[in-house]
């Protein structure tokens, strides 16, 4: 009877025990199922991923590729890349060998490289590979995961293209050309700035006015810099500023340029060295014979007009624009020799000149031999022997090409700007003592 207990106790026990073993079989069950679940949800997230996606040996040869992969490096299947050396994927550069090396030594890597297509064609890729570790840490694989950059790539270079053509532009034009941004700092300046002011591009970019000149002098261009800023259009101004180490007076026009997608505010500025004209003014003033010797060698139009605007005088070369000789059109008045709104607008500055007293500057469009040209105009009153302003004297500057030149600069920094914004990144660039110059509207 003993015997028959104990053996039931005994049989009690062992069923226990397997009841036991039954429910941790049932917990691992349920892990390994969950498991089970979990990397076929991460297998699913890589195999679908739209980034190319590989996984390696320790040695680089490629044991997985994502269908991502397949359609950039554009194989059919991936038996046709299984056992290749990751490397084989890329042309061999700089880029290549550090990649070489990180898996030599079982690091981490990122950066671009120049991929390599099955056909051979190139493309560009920033590429990420790191080792992948066990729960032990032990290093059992390697992966690497791509993003196609080649827009990217293509519109770095076309942003490269742009900038040389811009620079080749303002370079090219024999007068000082600048731009600045409402910061009052040089974001842009041509060769001649640069000769003229006697430091190298690197040393103004990024700088502002009182960086350079004399406080009294930056002040006044400052001032403009603001009523541009503020007011908008053109500002055609004269100012004293050392060139060369000697004082030069310069005529400045600065054009209110705006981003019409940032809002973003540019001053366009050129610079004409008029120290000559200013003498040539105050010779005029001096003596009459001697302004009618001087101004008769001058190859730029001068004239000198009543206040109704009757040409009083007209020097040779003012003649020979308008298609005669001076003797042809003196006495006559200048609405009867342009077109009547320009030559009504030429008249009313005339008048302003008088009525004011003191030299003025304007810029205007005037249609002469049927070809329509720009010209700037100085104009500054004469008086009788009372000391009474009665006419003005008149030195005309042909300053078409530097228009065209400023038109074709304002498209270019629209077109720089629009190629920089359709960057999908962040693009910015600093000066080389770190401070931002520029950004797009990614950054």
């Known amino acids: 009877m003993d015997d028959d207990k104990r053996t039931k106790e005994e049989l009690l026990e ?11 079989f049932r917990l691992i069950e349920t892990i390994f199922r969950q498991i089970e679940r979990e990397l076929r949800i991460k297998n699913k997230a890589i195999s679908s991923s739209i980034n190319p996606i590989i996984f390696c040996d320790l040695e680089g040869k490629i044991n997985y590729v994502n269908a991502a992969f397949l359609e950039a490096w554009g194989y059919s299947y991936d038996s046709e890349i299984f056992g290749a050396n990751v490397l084989e994927l890329f042309f061999k550069d700089q880029a290549r060998d550090e990649l070489e090396r990180i898996i030599s030594d079982h690091g981490s890597w990122q950066g671009a490289l120049s991929a390599k297509k099955k056909g051979g064609e190139g ?4 590429g990420a590979l790191a080792p992948i570790k066990d729960d032990e840490g032990n290093e059992v694989c390697i992966m690497a995961s791509f993003t196609d950059i080649s827009l990217i790539k293509e519109k770095e270079r076309n942003l490269l293209e742009a900038k040389d053509f811009l620079n080749s532009l303002i370079n090219a034009i024999p007068e000082p050309v600048f731009v600045k941004d409402e910061e009052h700092k040089w974001v842009l300046l041509n060769d001649e700035v640069c000769e003229r002011i006697g430091r190298s591009r690197e040393e103004l970019i990024g700088k502002s006015d009182y960086d350079i000149f004399p406080k009294e002098q930056a002040d006044i261009f400052w001032e403009k810099d603001d009523q541009v800023f503020r007011e908008g259009g053109t500002l055609v ?3 004293t500023i050392v060139f060369d180490g000697k004082d030069r007076i310069i005529s400045t026009v ?4 705006e981003d019409d997608v940032t809002g973003r505010k540019i001053i366009i500025g050129t610079i004409r060295d008029i120290t000559e004209e200013k003498l040539l003014e105050n010779l005029l003033k001096e003596s009459e014979k001697r302004y009618r010797a001087l101004v008769e060698g001058v190859n730029q139009p001068i004239a000198r007009l009543k206040e109704d605007g009757t040409v009083l005088f007209l020097n040779n070369f003012a003649a020979l624009e308008l298609g005669g000789k001076p003797d ?3 006495g006559r008045n200048i609405l009867e020799l342009f077109p009547e709104e320009p030559a009504r607008r030429y008249v009313s500055r ?6 004011a007293g003191h030299r003025m500057v304007s810029e ?5 031999k049927g070809e329509s040209r720009f010209y700037q105009a100085v104009m500054q009153p004469l008086s009788d022997d009372t000391g009474h302003a009665d006419s003005v004297l008149v030195i005309v500057t042909d300053v078409t090409d530097k228009k065209a030149a400023e038109f ?7 077109f720089l700007r629009q190629l920089i914004d359709s960057i999908p990144v962040p693009v910015f660039y600093k000066d080389l003592n770190g401070t931002y110059l520029d950004c797009n509207a990614a950054f």
């Open 14 to 24: 062992e069923i226990e025990a397997l009841k036991d073993e039954v429910d941790k």
């Open 123 to 126: 493309f560009f890729v920033q």
């Open 237 to 239: 101004n004269e100012e």
């Open 254 to 257: 600065k054009t209110l340029c």
């Open 328 to 330: 042809d059109f003196t």
């Open 350 to 355: 005339v008048k302003e000149t008088i009525a």
């Open 364 to 368: 205007g469009e005037t249609t002469l």
């Open 408 to 414: 074709a600069l304002k498209e270019q920094l629209h």
